[in-house]
Structure formats: structure tokens, C-alpha cells
């Protein structure tokens, strides 16, 4: 799994053209091209690569012109998954031109998805060297960090990254994702936040504010928040029963029930809202909630234990 959300990332962050990436397969890419040429047209990777090839072998190109062109074909092998061919071309660039920094760069992609992490790391450090300014490369070797499970030197370089660019919102919910990872959610609370500040639009943000608010028991909060992410995206069920745990959570039955019921109407199959709609009629006096209740944790046998988590309890 690591692997292929790897491969995926090093295909965004090179911009290759992809026109089926969620199937998996890679139709076209951006043919070889000089530095100051017209862009290229998209072509198959195979084209590209032979384009590029047959650049490389024409000894007309030296220095780093020669490099640019090592450092495409890397490129395309990267967005064929081909990484180890990828690292080739780019270590050849980068002998060529030992101060290339989208060499570093993208090898440092590249080593990470063949799970390098200690080589890639140490090529971000190099790049970064070359380039202190790029947030970018903060923000890769971040991403290399967390993918691998180390956090704190995640939130390290996302710091980085964000004092270089603080307005840039997908560094505030990348730090947000590891800070939780280590169960900070206070932490993590305040990235989101702010990445919703920056992006209001962006309903990542906008429900993780709603959902990690009534996580802390803030649950007077949480309404508001989950009500702005309702208002979003009426269609997601995940929001419509965040608020219905936390108005059960203040003891508003009628209202949680009410939320539950809009939870299920998008989603029949949401087994938290099924949970809290149980709940919610036991409070009221409907025994027909131990019905809901059951059938909630038939579908997900961990679904008490994660509404527990939110201060629910038949």
C-alpha cells in the first residue's frame, strides 16, 4: 500500500500527464525536451522514452543540458513504476551535474518508493543544501518521514516547509495527519484549523475540525463546526453523525436522533449513526434502540468501543 501512494506521489510531483490514474494505468506522458524548448506533446511512455534516448545517444548535448535530459528519462521510468532505472538516470544526472537539485529531488522520490528511506532522506538534505528556499523539498522529505512511520522528523520538516510557505493548506493537513498519528490531537486540531482558514473550501479540513473537536469533548463546538462541514457537503453521512454524537453527547436526544436519521438516509450502511441512533432511542425510552444497536455492531465489531472514544455510552 505504502508503495503505491508512493508511486502516486512521485507521479504528482514530477507532473507527468496521467489520463487514467485511478485505474493504475499510465497512458501518456510529457515527451523530451530542452530547457527554453516549446512544450512537448503528451506521448506514450514508451515514444518518451525513446525520445529521450535517442537525445541522450546523439552526443549533441553536454553539461547540463545532458543532465536535463537524464533527468527526464528518469521521470518517465518513475511514472512507469520502473524506479531503480529511475535512480540510474538520476544518479547519472547528478554525476554530470553535481549541483542539479531536481536530480536530488526526484531520486529522493525514487529511492523512497523502492523504501530507501535513509538514501532519500540524505538527497533531500542535499537538495535542500542547494536550495534552502524550496518548501517543496521540506515538504517531500516530510512526506518520506511519515510515510515511514517516523513522526516527529515528519513534523519537523513540515515545519520547515510552512515557515518557508505559510499559506500553503496541504502542509497544515499533512503535519495534522502525523500529529494524530501520535495521538495529539490538540496538535492536530490547530493544523486543521488553520488549514481550513486557508482553504475554506477544502472539506478535509472543514469536517476533521468538526470531527477531532468532539474527540477533545468539546461538544458544544463540535456542533457548530460539523454544522459549517454539513453545510459544505449535505451529502456526507460522517458529518451528519458526528453531530448527532455530539448533541447526544449534551443530552439533546431529540436532535441527535434527527441527525442520526440524516446520517442513515445518505448512508443505510453507516454503522456509527445506526450506534448513535440506538443510543439516542434507548434515551428516549424506545427499547426498540437495542435493535440498532446490535445490528450496528454486526456490521462493525469495533463500533461501541470507536463512540466510546467520543463520550457515548448506551
Known amino acids: 500500500m505504502k508503495l503505491v501512494r508512493r508511486a ?17 494505468e499510465i497512458v501518456q506522458v510529457d515527451a523530451c525536451a530542452l530547457p527554453g524548448r516549446h512544450p512537448p506533446p503528451a506521448i506514450s511512455p514508451e515514444a518518451a522514452l ?14 547540463y543540458d545532458l543532465a536535463y535530459l537524464y533527468v527526464q528519462r528518469g521521470e518517465i521510468h518513475a511514472a512507469l513504476r520502473s524506479f531503480r ?14 549541483t542539479m537539485v531536481v536530480a536530488y529531488r526526484d531520486r529522493a522520490e525514487a529511492l523512497g518508493a523502492t523504501g530507501d528511506v535513509k538514501a532519500a532522506a540524505g538527497d533531500y538534505a542535499r537538495a535542500m543544501e542547494l ?59 490547530a493544523d486543521y484549523a488553520t488549514a481550513a482558514r486557508l482553504s475554506p473550501t477544502n472539506f478535509e ?20 463546526k460539523c454544522t459549517t462541514a454539513i453545510a459544505q457537503r449535505p451529502n456526507s453521512a460522517m458529518v451528519w453523525e458526528m453531530r448527532g454524537l455530539a448533541h447526544l453527547r449534551l443530552g439533546h436526544v431529540p436532535e441527535a436522533l434527527a441527525d442520526f436519521e440524516g ?13 448513535g441512533r440506538g ?35 448506551p
Do not use: M
Open 50 to 63: 525513446k525520445d529521450c534516448t535517442a537525445l541522450i545517444k546523439s552526443r549533441r548535448y553536454t553539461g
Open 205 to 224: 479540513s472543514v469536517s476533521q475540525v468538526c470531527i477531532l473537536t468532539l474527540r477533545l469533548g468539546r461538544a458544544a463546538e463540535a456542533i457548530e
Open 85 to 98: 532505472a529511475a535512480v540510474a538516470d538520476f544518479t547519472t544526472a547528478i554525476k554530470i551535474d553535481p
Open 8 to 24: 502516486l506521489a512521485v507521479v504528482a510531483l514530477l507532473g507527468l500527464a496521467l489520463t487514467n490514474a485511478a485505474a493504475g
Open 131 to 189: 536550495d534552502p528556499t524550496d518548501a517543496s523539498l521540506a515538504y517531500g522529505r516530510a512526506h518520506l518521514f511519515h510515510e515511514a512511520g517516523d513522526y516527529d522528523r515528519a513534523i519537523a520538516d513540515y515545519g520547515k516547509a510552512i515557515a518557508l510557505d505559510p499559506n500553503r493548506a496541504q502542509f497544515y493537513t499533512e503535519r495534522a495527519l502525523a500529529h494524530a498519528s501520535k495521538n495529539d490531537y490538540e496538535a492536530a486540531l
Open 263 to 275: 446520517a442513515l438516509k445518505i448512508d443505510p450502511h453507516q454503522p456509527g449513526a445506526l450506534y
Open 279 to 313: 443510543v439516542a432511542r434507548l434515551k428516549n425510552g424506545d427499547a426498540g434502540g437495542n435493535a440498532d444497536i446490535a445490528e450496528a455492531k454486526t456490521r462493525a465489531p469495533g463500533v461501541a468501543e470507536n463512540a466510546s472514544t467520543y463520550g457515548i455510552e
